[in-house]
C-alpha cells in the first residue's frame, strides 16, 4: 500500500502518548529525579533506580503514582535502541524476584507443613499466610512497576510495543528472558479472552483503523485502498478482536469471502474486477486471511476463539451458510521439499525420465534451479502436467506425515487442527503470487471447521495427534 | 486519487437503497400497478401514471404509501437516462399546479376581498379558509409526491440525486424548470441550517466518508490516501455539515490549516513532507478551501454559516488563534485579463519596451501564448520580475473593481465578500499548480475575517456593494 | 405520581433554553433594541416591533440573525401571562400576510392568465414568477420570523411549547387562528413522518425521559415509580416516535402487552403483583395506552403511523405474535347515554319494572344518580347481573351507530378506526378504575389489527363510513 | 425509597443472566453431566465434581468450555442457601492448592539454589522453570475455573456477586477463608484501577442506574425519586467508577454539592425545598456522601482514587472552585463515648453540678438515657448550651486522639486522613436525623483536600500516624 511515514503521518498512537503523558505530569505535585541521556551509560543508571524506586514506594498515593508512572514511561520513549536495551536490562537484573524472600518464604512453608499446629483454625491462618508469603515473593518487583502503566492513557499499548521489542531482544540475551516470562504473564492476564470484543470491520469503520489492517496484514499484502475496499465489498466480511484499554487497535482480524462453493483460488477472490455476489445467497464462508496484530503479544492466543465466534455471528446473520472452511498457505512445504530432495534425490519428485522437460526449460538444464523458482513449472502446460500430481501427493504427504513431536509440522496446518478442522482439499494453483509459489508451489489448502465434528477432531488431534482428512484428500496419499 | 470505480466498488448508497426498497415493497399487502421499460417509451406512460396516482391517493394509510412511494423509486432507479428524462418530463408536465384550480381560489379570493362582510368573525374565517385554499391550489401534487420519499431509507438522498439530474437536463429543455423549482423549493426546507450538524472530521472517521471529501473536493484536488491523511493531521481540521437524513453524506465542508502567520501558498499547506505543527502554539486559522458536496442542493446555500460556525469551534479550542483567514483562489481572473488585453492590447499588461523578455521566451515570439501558458513566466526570474507588479496590480483591480451589477464579479470573492470578509493580501507564487497557473497566474487571495468588522463588512457590501480591503491591499491598487 | 415541583426540580429543558440563549446573545456582536415590561404595554409594542423587524431584515448574515433570534425569544420568556398574549396578538395583527402585496400578485397572474404571451418560453418563465410572487405574498412575515427558531438550541420545542399556550388563546380569541393556522403549517412541515425516529423504552432509558411518560400518560395515570417500572416489565414494551430537533423529547408513545389471549381488563394488565411473563410465549400484542406528549403539535397526526411500526417491530421481534390489538377506553358512552335517558327515559336501559333493584340501592331512590354514580352498579351481583345485558348492547350501538358526519362518534373508536382496525370486543369490567366506570361504566373495547384487513377496513371506513366489526360483536346489537 | 421488590420489579441483571446462560449451553454442542439438587446433598457431589472437572479439562476448546462454565454458573444460580454453602464448601477444599505438587516445586527450587549448575546460561533456564513451577502450584484450580466465568456475559458480576455470600459465610466458617483469599486476588487484578471509567451521572442517567445508587447509598439514605432528582439537580454532582465488563453497575460512587462556602450541615444539602444555585458561582465543592456498590468488591479499594479524578473533573469544569472538602459522619463517637463514660463516669461529659438540667429532662432523672437519646440535648436551647462546648471538645479529641494502633480509630476519618485531607471544622447540628444524633450526638465534620499539602499530609499519616487539622480544629482541643 502506498506509503504514508512522512513526517507529518507519523503515527498518531505515539503522539498521543507523549501528549497525555506530559500533561500527566504537568499537572501533578510529585517531584521528579532528573533526567537520563538517550543511550543511558551507567553513570545514569543511579538516576533511573532512583525513578523506578519511587513508582514502587507508591508516596502519595494513586494519583502521585501515575504521575510518577508516566514519568518513567517519558523517560522510556525518550531512549534510543541501547538506552533501552540497557533499560530492559536494568529491570532483568535489579528488580527480578528476590531470592533471599523467596528463600524465607519457602522456609517458613516448608517449617509449618513439617510441623503442623495442633489446632487447626490455628494452622488454616498460618498456611494461608505461609502461600501469601510465597505468592508475593514470587510477583517481583517490576511486575508491580510494569502493572502501574495500565492507569495511564494508552499504557497498555504501551507494554504490548515494549514486549514487542523485549522479544527481538531476548533473542539474543538470555539474561532478558525472565523479564519477557513476566511481561507476558502480565499480559495474558489482562487480554484474557473475556475481556474481548468482537467487531465486524466495514467501509465505514475510521481510516486509520483500515490502515492498521492494511499494515499488520500478514497471510495476502495489501496492495492500495482500492484492495482493501474490495476486501470489504458487500460479499466479504472482516472480523477483529478489540480490548477496552486499547479500543483503537486491533489485536488479531480474520478475512473471510461469502460465495458460492469453496473457494480454491485466492487471487480470484482478492480480485478487484471480479463481480460482487450477494451475500444472501453464498452457501460457504471462506476465512481466507487470519493475522496478529500485536507483535507484543507473541504467545498469547485468541486465533481459535475468533474463529468460532465469527463462525457464530456470521450463522445467525445468514442463514444459507452450509459451508465454513479456510483457504489457507501452506507456508513450509517447499523448505520441507527442498530438503528432501537434497536427502533422497530428485527421484521423490519426478522420475529421471520425466525431468528431461524440466530440464528443457531452464537455459543451463539445472532442475534443481528450475524447482527453486516455481514460475517455471507454470510456463508451459506439458511441464505443468508432468509435476501437478507428484506435487499434489508430496503435499499432501507433508501435511499429514511430517511431524513436530506428534503435531503437524506445517505451522498453518497446527493452528487449525488444533482448532478442531480437518483437512478438505489441495487446490493446484491457488495462490500464484511470488509468496505461493515459493512456499508452497502455488497450493493452498482448505481446512474445514465442521460444527459436529470440531470438539471430536479437537480431542483427536490435540490428545492423539491424530489428523481428520477427507476422503478426497486421504485418497490424494494413496495416488 | 486512486480509482475506485470497479464493479465491486460500487457507491453502496445506491445499493443500500436498492435492497431497502426492496424489502418495504416486498413486506407491503399492497397491489402494484405494473412495470415500464427502462426507456419510458410512450406506451407505458398510462402505467406509471397510474402507479403515481396510486401514490398521489394514499390509500390504506401511510404503510401503504411508503410502500407505494419506494415502488414508484424503484421504477425511477431502473430507468436508464432517455426514461429518466421521460419521468421528470411528465412530472412537470402533468403533476403541476393545476390552472383551474388556482383561478377559482383567486376568484373566491378576489369576491371576498371586494364584498366584506358585515361581520368580522365570519370574515376571519372564510378570509382563512381563502388563504387555505390558494395555498392548496399552489401546491403541485407533484410536490407532495415527492415529498412521501422523505419517510423511505436513504429517500433525502435519492430526491437530492435526482434533482442533480434535473439540473442538468432543466438547462436544455426549459419545460423542466418549473418541477426544479418546486423541488429546490423543498429541499431547502428540509435543509433548513436549524437541522444541520457540524462534524470535526478526523483520520478516525469513516474510510467511506473520506473518500466522499476526495471525491467531491472542488478547490484542490485529492491526489491519494496519503494526501488526504495529510489534511487531517494534528495542525489540520476539516468541518462538515451534515444532515440527520442523510448521516453519511457530507453537505459542505472546509479544510483548515493552524499555522503560523498569515499562510502564502497552498502547496507548502500541502506538503506531505512538511514538518507537523503544534496546533496549540498556532495563531493562525487559514480557510483553504470549501466545497459542497451535493450537486442536488446547488442554490441552497450553507457555506456562511459554515464558516462562522467553524470559527467559534476553532475559538473555542484554540486560545492563541487570533487570525481568521482564508488562502482562496481567483478563478475568474485570467478569463478577464485575456478579455480585456484582446478588447485594449498588452500596453494593459506591459509596455512594448518590456514585451521583448517574453517574447524572446516563446518560440515564436508570440507574447499571447506565452499569458496563455503562464507557466512561461516562471521559468526565468528576469521575466517573473517584470511581470510581477503589473500582474499584482491587475489582479487588485479585477478583484475590487470589475463588477456584475453592484457585486464583485469574482464568485470566490462575492462568497466571502458576502459573508462580511475584507480582502487582505494578493500572494505571489501562491498555487502554481496547472489550474493555479492558468485560472490566477499563480496567485491566491487572502480573505479576513475579523470578529469585530464582519457584521459591517456584510452589511456595506451587500447593501452598497462596497468591498472593504486591507490598507496594503489598496496600495497595490495605486501602484 | 408523587410530585416533583419544587424549586430544585424546575423542569430542565427550560433552563437550558435560558442559559444557551443567555450565552448565544451573551457572544454575538449585534446591538439589540431594548427590553420590554412583563406585561407588554402598549408603549412598549414599538420597542418589540423594532426587535422583531431586526429579525426579519436579516442584517449581518446567519450568524447574526441566531442571535436576534435568540434575543426575541428570550423577550418572550420574560413575558407574563398577559404579554405572552398581547406578543401572539401583535404576531397576528402586524405580521400577517399582506393583503396588498397579495393583491398585486393575484391582479399579476390574473392578467397573465388573461393575455398569454405568443412566445411559450417567455410565457414560461413569466408564469413561473407569478406563482412565485404568489407564494412569497402568502408566506407571511412571522412564518419567517418563527422558522428562524429552528436554528436555536431547544428552538423547536420553544414553538411547540408556544403553539400550546396559542391554542389556548385562540380558543377565546378567534383573531389567533390565522396565527394558529401559520405555526401549526410550520410545524407540521418540520415534524414530517420521515423525520421521526422509533425507539424502544426501557426501564434503562434516562430517568428524565420516563418522568415525561409519566407526566404525559392521557389514559391510565401512572402512580408512581414502581408503576412505571411494571410498565417497563420483561413482558411490556413502550414505543415512542423522537424528533431529531428534541431529541429528549417524546412526541407520541404507546404502551404494549405481550400477554396470551386478548386481554380484558386493564387493571390485571397493570397489577404490579402479577406475576412476569415469558414474552417469547406471548401470542398477543395489547396496545393499552396511546398519548400525544406534545400539547403544541395538536392536529399533527402520527398515531396511525406508531401502531404500523411498532406493529413490525414487534412481529420481527416475536415470532410468536398473532394477534395486534388494543384495550382502549370508550370515553364518549355515559355523556351518550345520559343524554339519551335525558331525552328517551330510563326504559332505554332498563324496563320500569327491573328498575327497582337500582332504587333500593340509592338512599333516595334516584335512579339518575346512581347511574351517574356507576359504582353503585357493581356494588352488588344482583344489580351487575340485571344491568349488564343492557349496557353492552347499549355500548355496542353507541360505538357501531352513534355519528358524527359518516364517521364514528367515539373518537377513540374513529381513531382506530381511521387506521384499519375492526371492533373485536366490549369487556364489561375491563376498568373499574373511577375514570373508567364514569366515562364508560368499566367497560373496555379491544380493537383488532388483523394485518390482511388493515387496507380494505381503513379503505370502507374513510371513503363510507363502514365500520367493521367481529361476529360476537355484532350479536351484541341484535340481542 | 419506595419498594420495587415484588415479583414483576426482580433484578433484570439475574434475569439477564439466566437467559444468556440459558442460551450458550442450548448452542453448545457439549455433553453435560447431569443436574443437582436445590440443597446439594452428599449424594450430588460426585455429580457436581464431574461438571467442574470437565471445566478444568477444558476439552474441545474454548467455546465448549464457556458453555461448561455457563453451565456450572446455571446449577450454581439453581442451589439454594444450603445448597450454595456446600458448592462453596466443596471449592475450598478440593479445589485449594495441591500440597504435594507445591511440596515438589519447593523442592526442585531448594535444590537447585543449593547446587547451581556451572553454566550460567543453563542454570538461568532451569531457575525460569523453577519460578513457574512454584507460582503454577500456587495457583489452584478453582481460581482457573472461577476466572473462566469472565468470557460469560455478565459472568464477572456473578462472581462479585458469590464473593459478596462467600464474604457472610466466612465468617461463621473460617474454611472458606482460603477460598475467599483467592476470588479476592482474582478479583483485585481484574479490578484494577486502569481498568475503571468515571462517570458524571445526572437526571438523564438510566433509570434503572439511579435506582441502584439510591439502594446501595450508605451514608444518608435516599427516600423518594424527588430527593434523588435533588441530588442531580444543577448545583448537584454524582461520579461513579464503572468497570467495562459491568457497565450497568456502579463501582463506587460520590456525591458533590456546588456550594458557597464550607457546608455545615447535610439536611440543608438534601433539603427539596432549597433553591437552586448557580454551579459556575460556586466557590466550593462539598462531598457529602461515597458509597461501595458492590459488597463482593471489599478489601479491593478506590476510593482514594475516586476523590482525586473527582476532583480534577471539577476543577476543569468549574473554574471558580477554591475549596474541596467534604462534609463527613463521625460514625464512631456515640460508642467511644458511652465506653469512656461507662469507664471514667459522667464527669467526662459534664460536672455533676451541670447534670441537674439534663435529669430534669428525663422522666426518670437518668442522664445515661438522656445521653443515650441524643435528642433530649436538642429539645432545650439551655440544655443544649450546656453540652455543646464538651460534646465538641469530646468529639476532637476523640478524632484527633483515639487510635487503632497508630491510626484514627473512626473508620472514616481514617479513610480522609489516608488521602491526604486535613481535619478543619466540626459542625454542629451538622446532622440532626435519628442516624446522626445516634452516632454522632447530631455532629458532622469537613475533611479539607488542599491540593498542595496531599502528598505530605498522606506521608504524614500513613508513615508515622501524624494527624494534620486547622488552626480552630486544634483549638477545640485545647478548650
Same mark, same amino acid.
Not at 498453518?412 to 495462490?431: T, Y
Given at each position: 500500500?502506498?506509503?504514508?511515514?512522512?513526517?507529518?503521518?507519523?503515527?498518531?498512537? =505515539?503522539?498521543?502518548?507523549?501528549?497525555?503523558?506530559?500533561?500527566?505530569?504537568?499537572?501533578?505535585?510529585?517531584?521528579?529525579?532528573? *533526567?537520563?541521556?538517550?543511550?543511558?551509560?551507567?553513570?545514569?543508571?543511579?538516576?533511573?533506580?532512583?525513578?523506578?524506586?519511587?513508582?514502587?514506594?507508591?508516596?502519595?498515593?494513586?494519583?502521585?503514582?501515575?504521575?510518577? /508512572?508516566?514519568?518513567?514511561?517519558? *523517560?522510556?520513549?525518550?531512549?534510543?535502541?541501547?538506552?533501552?536495551?540497557?533499560?530492559? !536490562?536494568?529491570?532483568? #537484573?535489579?528488580?527480578?524476584?528476590?531470592?533471599?524472600?523467596?528463600?524465607?518464604?519457602?522456609? *517458613?512453608?516448608?517449617?509449618?507443613?513439617?510441623?503442623?499446629?495442633?489446632?487447626?483454625?490455628?494452622?488454616?491462618?498460618?498456611?494461608?499466610?505461609?502461600? !501469601?508469603?510465597?505468592?508475593?515473593?514470587?510477583?517481583?518487583?517490576?511486575?508491580?512497576?510494569? !502493572?502501574?502503566?495500565?492507569?495511564?492513557?494508552?499504557?497498555?499499548?504501551?507494554?504490548?510495543?515494549?514486549?514487542?521489542?523485549?522479544?527481538?531482544? !531476548?533473542?539474543?540475551?538470555?539474561?532478558?528472558?525472565?523479564?519477557?516470562?513476566?511481561?507476558?504473564?502480565?499480559?495474558?492476564?489482562?487480554?484474557?479472552?473475556?475481556?474481548?470484543?468482537?467487531?465486524?470491520?466495514?467501509?465505514?469503520?475510521?481510516?486509520?483503523?483500515?490502515?492498521?489492517?492494511?499494515?499488520?496484514?500478514?497471510?495476502?499484502?495489501?496492495?492500495?485502498?482500492?484492495?482493501?475496499?474490495?476486501?470489504?465489498?458487500?460479499?466479504?466480511?472482516?472480523?477483529?478482536?478489540?480490548?477496552?484499554?486499547?479500543?483503537?487497535?486491533?489485536?488479531?482480524?480474520?478475512?473471510?469471502?461469502?460465495?458460492?462453493?469453496?473457494?480454491?483460488?485466492?487471487?480470484?477472490?482478492?480480485?478487484?474486477?471480479?463481480?460482487?455476489?450477494?451475500?444472501?445467497?453464498?452457501?460457504?464462508?471462506?476465512?481466507?486471511?487470519?493475522?496478529?496484530?500485536?507483535?507484543?503479544?507473541?504467545?498469547?492466543?485468541?486465533?481459535?476463539?475468533?474463529?468460532?465466534?465469527?463462525?457464530?455471528? =456470521?450463522?445467525?446473520?445468514?442463514?444459507?451458510?452450509? *459451508?465454513?472452511?479456510?483457504?489457507?498457505?501452506?507456508?513450509?512445504?517447499?523448505?520441507?521439499?527442498?530438503?528432501?530432495?537434497? +536427502?533422497?534425490?530428485?527421484?521423490?519428485?519426478?522420475?529421471? +525420465?520425466?525431468? +528431461?522437460?524440466?530440464? /528443457?526449460?531452464?537455459?543451463?538444464?539445472?532442475?534443481?534451479?528450475?524447482?527453486?523458482?516455481?514460475?517455471?513449472?507454470?510456463?508451459?502446460?506439458?511441464?505443468?502436467?508432468?509435476?501437478?500430481?507428484?506435487?499434489?501427493?508430496?503435499?499432501?504427504?507433508?501435511?499429514?506425515?511430517?511431524?513436530?513431536?506428534?503435531?503437524?509440522?506445517?505451522?498453518?496446518?497446527?493452528? #487449525?487442527?488444533?482448532?478442531?478442522?480437518?483437512?478438505?482439499?489441495?487446490?493446484?494453483?491457488?495462490?500464484?503470487?511470488?509468496?505461493?509459489?515459493?512456499?508452497?508451489?502455488?497450493?493452498?489448502?482448505?481446512?474445514?471447521?465442521?460444527?459436529?465434528?470440531?470438539?471430536?477432531? #479437537?480431542?483427536?488431534?490435540?490428545?492423539?495427534?491424530?489428523?481428520?482428512?477427507?476422503?478426497?484428500?486421504?485418497?490424494?496419499?494413496?495416488?
Amino acid at each position: 500500500m502506498e506509503q504514508s511515514d512522512s513526517p507529518r503521518l507519523i503515527d498518531k498512537t =505515539l503522539g498521543n502518548i507523549r501528549r497525555a503523558w506530559k500533561d500527566l505530569t504537568g499537572a501533578a505535585r510529585v517531584k521528579f529525579t532528573g *533526567t537520563v541521556r538517550a543511550d543511558l551509560p551507567e553513570d545514569d543508571w543511579e538516576v533511573l533506580k532512583r525513578q523506578i524506586n519511587a513508582c514502587l514506594e507508591g508516596r502519595g498515593g494513586q494519583v502521585s503514582a501515575r504521575a510518577r /508512572a508516566a514519568d518513567l514511561g517519558r *523517560t522510556y520513549l525518550s531512549l534510543n535502541a541501547d538506552g533501552r536495551r540497557r533499560f530492559l !536490562a536494568l529491570l532483568a #537484573h535489579d528488580y527480578a524476584v528476590n531470592k533471599e524472600t523467596l528463600a524465607t518464604a519457602v522456609a *517458613t512453608w516448608t517449617d509449618l507443613m513439617q510441623s503442623p499446629k495442633a489446632e487447626l483454625s490455628e494452622f488454616d491462618a498460618l498456611y494461608r499466610a505461609a502461600l !501469601a508469603a510465597l505468592r508475593d515473593a514470587l510477583s517481583p518487583p517490576r511486575v508491580r512497576l510494569l !502493572a502501574q502503566f495500565n492507569t495511564l492513557p494508552e499504557g497498555v499499548k504501551f507494554l504490548v510495543d515494549m514486549r514487542a521489542e523485549l522479544i527481538m531482544l !531476548a533473542r539474543k540475551d538470555s539474561a532478558l528472558k525472565g523479564l519477557d516470562d513476566d511481561l507476558k504473564s502480565l499480559l495474558a492476564s489482562w487480554f484474557d479472552i473475556g475481556f474481548l470484543d468482537l467487531r465486524c470491520i466495514t467501509w465505514d469503520a475510521p481510516a486509520s483503523l483500515l490502515e492498521k489492517l492494511a499494515r499488520y496484514e500478514a497471510v495476502h499484502v495489501v496492495k492500495s485502498w482500492s484492495d482493501i475496499k474490495n476486501r470489504l465489498a458487500p460479499d466479504r466480511r472482516c472480523y477483529a478482536f478489540f480490548h477496552p484499554q486499547m479500543p483503537d487497535e486491533p489485536i488479531i482480524y480474520v478475512w473471510v469471502a461469502l460465495v458460492k462453493g469453496m473457494a480454491a483460488n485466492v487471487q480470484a477472490l482478492l480480485d478487484v474486477n471480479a463481480p460482487t455476489g450477494d451475500p444472501d445467497e453464498a452457501d460457504s464462508a471462506i476465512f481466507y486471511s487470519i493475522s496478529n496484530a500485536q507483535a507484543g503479544l507473541a504467545g498469547v492466543s485468541f486465533g481459535s476463539f475468533l474463529i468460532k465466534r465469527v463462525v457464530d455471528a =456470521l450463522e445467525s446473520d445468514f442463514k444459507n451458510l452450509k *459451508t465454513f472452511a479456510t483457504l489457507s498457505p501452506i507456508p513450509g512445504f517447499c523448505a520441507w521439499l527442498e530438503q528432501r530432495i537434497n +536427502e533422497e534425490g530428485m527421484d521423490l519428485l519426478l522420475p529421471s +525420465e520425466r525431468r +528431461e522437460l524440466l530440464a /528443457a526449460v531452464d537455459d543451463e538444464g539445472d532442475v534443481l534451479k528450475a524447482f527453486q523458482d516455481a514460475r517455471i513449472w507454470y510456463r508451459e502446460p506439458s511441464i505443468e502436467n508432468s509435476v501437478r500430481e507428484s506435487l499434489m501427493r508430496l503435499c499432501a504427504h507433508y501435511l499429514m506425515e511430517a511431524k513436530q513431536g506428534q503435531y503437524a509440522r506445517d505451522r498453518v496446518a497446527h493452528f #487449525h487442527l488444533s482448532n478442531g478442522a480437518r483437512m478438505e482439499r489441495i487446490n493446484w494453483r491457488g495462490d500464484v503470487s511470488q509468496k505461493g509459489l515459493s512456499q508452497s508451489a502455488g497450493m493452498m489448502i482448505n481446512y474445514l471447521y465442521k460444527s459436529g465434528d470440531i470438539e471430536r477432531n #479437537h480431542e483427536a488431534y490435540t490428545g492423539d495427534g491424530k489428523i481428520r482428512a477427507s476422503g478426497s484428500f486421504k485418497a490424494l496419499l494413496k495416488s
